[in-house]
């Protein structure tokens, strides 16, 4: 079968082509030197956006590097035949608003260093505000939870930390959850037992306890535990430092190391961690990057 190009899926005709996608800006394409295009979907994103990006004209053998605002991101390739690199560039929740440089860089025939670069516009994000009330424990940790919770965040940022040189996935990402449509709560700041606290990073789908959890596409488990805040938790790296996460389930059904397939079983909807009801917590990360994993989601016909 015939591998599907994680760009042509996300991307298709355009925005129309994603679960969620907000509206556009002007795509762009520059004529960088060498036989080398850049084309990129929007020259502006709002903050948590997902944006594609194909260099095109490449040869076999020419190593080219790429830059978003000074942090090294991974190109790949369809086949290794193709004379085109593809990459996301993804925009964080909180990346403060302003004009930030996508660099290209490659050696040029006289082997001295070529730079193509084009600015992208990070606009604020419309994100409302929810107040909910938790056990206390989940708002002001003892000091034993508190070095949990934070070892916890020592080994997620291990993990983010690791960019397979892989594509594991094969066509289109999928909906965790069979039967939905959409989520939401993707980005509101919320007041937890009348405290500020960090924005919400993955979307929310409410389900019954017990409900199926399916992988969004085929990839390696990198996490399958139980965390402080997250309760039960699985993470999948799917190449290329694309990971996908679900949190708060009752039961986990794999783990660490496992190689899944796209919609395999890989745990039940449950209400583990700091939750007000059962729910999955859906959250997409690339590079560090963390964005509405709804827009990694072919729309359904």
Not at 26 to 34: A, L, M, Q, S
Not at 63 to 84: H, Q
Not at 238 to 264: C, N, P
Request: net charge positive; glycine share 10%; with cysteine.
């Amino acid at each position: 079968m015939k591998r599907i190009g994680l760009l042509a899926v996300i991307a298709g005709l355009g925005a129309s082509a994603v679960v969620g996608a907000p509206s556009m800006g002007t795509p762009v394409k520059k004529v960088c030197g060498d036989g080398l295009t850049l084309r990129i979907s929007s020259s502006t994103a709002a903050q948590g956006n997902l944006l594609t990006v194909e260099v095109s004209g490449a040869k076999g053998n020419q190593e080219i590097a790429a830059e978003w605002d000074g942090r090294s991101i991974p190109l790949w390739r369809e086949t290794p035949a193709s004379a085109t690199l593809h990459s996301l560039l993804a925009v964080d929740l909180e990346k403060p608003p302003g004009k930030y440089e996508w660099k290209l860089s490659w050696a040029g025939p006289d082997g001295n260093p070529v730079v193509c670069s084009q600015a992208i516009t990070v606009r604020a994000g419309k994100f409302s505000t929810e107040r909910l009330s938790v056990e206390n424990q989940y708002v002001q940790p003892d000091p034993e939870q508190q070095k949990r919770a934070e070892a916890d965040q020592k080994k997620m940022r291990a993990i983010y930390d690791t960019v397979t040189p892989e594509v594991f996935w094969k066509g289109k990402f999928e909906l965790p959850l069979k039967g939905v449509t959409k989520g939401s709560n993707f980005g509101r700041r919320r007041v937890l037992n009348g405290e500020a606290r960090s924005p919400h990073t993955g979307v929310d789908f409410p389900a019954a306890a017990g409900t199926p959890v399916y992988a969004a596409q085929a990839g390696k488990v990198a996490l399958a535990e139980n965390l402080y805040y997250s309760g039960n938790t699985v993470v999948i790296d799917h190449g290329y430092g694309i990971y996908t996460l679900y949190a708060h389930l009752s039961e986990i059904d794999v783990h660490a190391g496992d190689a899944v397939e796209g919609a395999a079983v890989i745990g039940k909807v449950g209400a583990t961690g700091r939750v007000t009801g059962p729910h999955l917590h859906w959250g997409l990360t690339i590079d560090h990057a963390r964005v509405n994993a709804l827009q990694i989601v072919q729309r359904r016909p």
